[in-house]
């Protein structure tokens, strides 16, 4: 017997019962994010390594342990991954910013607000909610003195405004400020304090985090360490003036917008671009892997890519964990099919085919089975479309250039002329 493929660990297809729901959360992001202004951006899905290991930090997690290298690995004399090749994106923050750089879109207009849609990837354990393939809609907002806290709030009403118009409502977002590159600096000076003492009972891996990334083991999911991190007191003693008056003028404008928030000393996100702001948004009823989105502000990161001086601010949204979460938003009613075209036998199959072509071609949604078989079965074929209106051909329809028309909606029945049908379903249809 031959083989039977799958797809691979971690990755998922996106079946047709499904892509009606998929659909609709790119329809809503579309319009709101119009709305707002922002404009969309399509970049490829691999890049040089060296991109996300610059951008996101040598040692964060996604790129010590999650990249998916096109290119064979290769180790230097002592051991070490050299990142010298291309790798599947991990996300798209850094992308996106190669490609301001590269067109020079700071030239072309002072404020550049743009956004997408595509799959990411990582070499993650899967799990539910948790994949190696995995899509995102999300935003970044790029420009010379862009640091506006308006445009923080601006854009985290707009990751809430977008959540709530999948229907979803039962989410928490947290916010917290990193401060300047400086402050973050002070910041991490006092973690190591804090968790000096205890550095004999954090994990593995956050004993190496405490020297290469302090602020990832607010993130660790062992036990031990989520304890220890429980009862370290972390304050936001390591601000400076202007950044902790930046945090309130942002908190200030969420509270006139109305955005519910709850402050989390502890929200670090452990990519090294984030300076200020930083935010995340999760669902409870998810499980272990509740995180729908997540962002922040990122000024450094233009310039750090070869860029001139530009602020930046961005989110992205998991389109997987959405999908989780809206699993009881019902399909919406403009995917059914406006009608259905019988043909009741070989001689009737032309006439019911150039009366479907004709339907389409004049903007009316229609199918047909596409070969001859019972009223019966061709019915209960037009009932599972879900087709508003049912077109019959047989003999007598043929010889005198007619259609029978069946209404689904009431079960009303008549014979149209051929030449009056389309005319007729636009009238019919329009109710
Ligand atoms: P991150 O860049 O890790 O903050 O990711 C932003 C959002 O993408 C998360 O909040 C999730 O909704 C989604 N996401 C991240 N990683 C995965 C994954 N491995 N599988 C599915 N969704 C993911």
């Known amino acids: 017997m031959s083989k039977k493929f799958s797809v691979p660990r971690g990755t998922s297809d996106i079946l047709p019962e499904n892509s009606s729901q998929w659909q609709k959360i790119e329809l809503k992001s579309r319009e709101i994010l119009k709305n707002y202004n922002y404009k969309e951006i399509r970049t490829p899905i691999f890049e040089e390594t060296d991109l996300f290991a610059r951008s996101m930090g040598q040692t964060s997690d996604v790129v010590q342990k999650q990249m998916l290298n096109l290119t064979s690995q290769r180790k230097d004399e002592e051991g070490n991954i050299q990142l010298s090749g291309l790798s599947l994106r991990p996300e798209n923050t850094a992308s996106v910013v190669r490609s301001y750089i590269q067109n020079s879109m700071d030239r072309k207009e002072s404020l550049t607000k743009l956004f997408y849609f595509g799959p990411m990837f990582r070499g993650e354990r899967p799990q539910k909610g948790r994949l190696r393939q995995f899509n995102q809609v999300g935003v970044e907002v790029i420009g010379p003195n862009s ?33 300047s590159p400086e402050d973050k600096k002070a910041f991490s000076i006092l973690l190591r304090n804090k968790l ?6 954090l994990c593995d891996d956050c004993k190496q985090r405490f020297e290469r990334n302090v602020f990832r083991i607010l993130d660790c999911k062992v036990k031990e360490c ?14 400076s003036k202007e950044s902790s008056e930046y945090y309130s003028k942002v908190k200030e404008t969420l509270d006139l917008l109305g955005v519910k928030y709850e402050e989390s000393l502890n929200l670090v996100r452990g990519l090294d671009y984030y300076t200020h702001i930083v935010f995340e948004i999760s669902d409870p009823s998810l499980g272990s892997q509740d995180a729908l ?12 890519l070869g860029g001139a001086e530009a602020d930046a601010v961005g989110f992205a949204l998991g389109i997987e964990r959405i999908m989780l979460a ?18 009741l036998d070989e001689g009737s199959l032309p006439s019911a085919f150039t009366a479907m072509s004709n339907i389409r071609n004049n903007g009316i949604s229609s199918d047909m089975s596409f070969r001859v078989a019972s009223m019966k079965s061709q019915m209960r074929a037009a009932n599972k479309a879900g087709a508003q209106v049912v077109l019959i051909f047989g003999e007598d329809e043929v010889t005198n250039k007619t259609a029978t028309i069946k209404d689904m909606r009431d079960g009303s029945q008549r014979s149209v002329k051929d030449s009056e049908v389309v005319q007729f379903l636009k009238e019919i249809l329009k109710g």
């Open 326 to 343: 809206t699993k009881n938003v019902v399909a919406d009613s403009s995917e059914q099919l406006s009608t259905y075209v019988i043909a």
């Open 293 to 304: 989105g997540a962002g922040g502000r990122y000024n450094g990161l233009v310039k750090q």
């Open 196 to 201: 000096t003492a205890h550095l004999g009972n």
């Open 226 to 239: 989520r304890d220890i991190v429980k009862n370290i007191e972390i304050d936001h003693s390591y601000l």
């Open 147 to 179: 640091g506006s806290p308006y445009l923080d709030a601006e854009v985290i009403s707009l990751s809430v405004e977008m959540l709530k118009s999948f229907g979803l409502d039962s989410f928490d977002l947290k916010i917290n400020t990193l401060g």
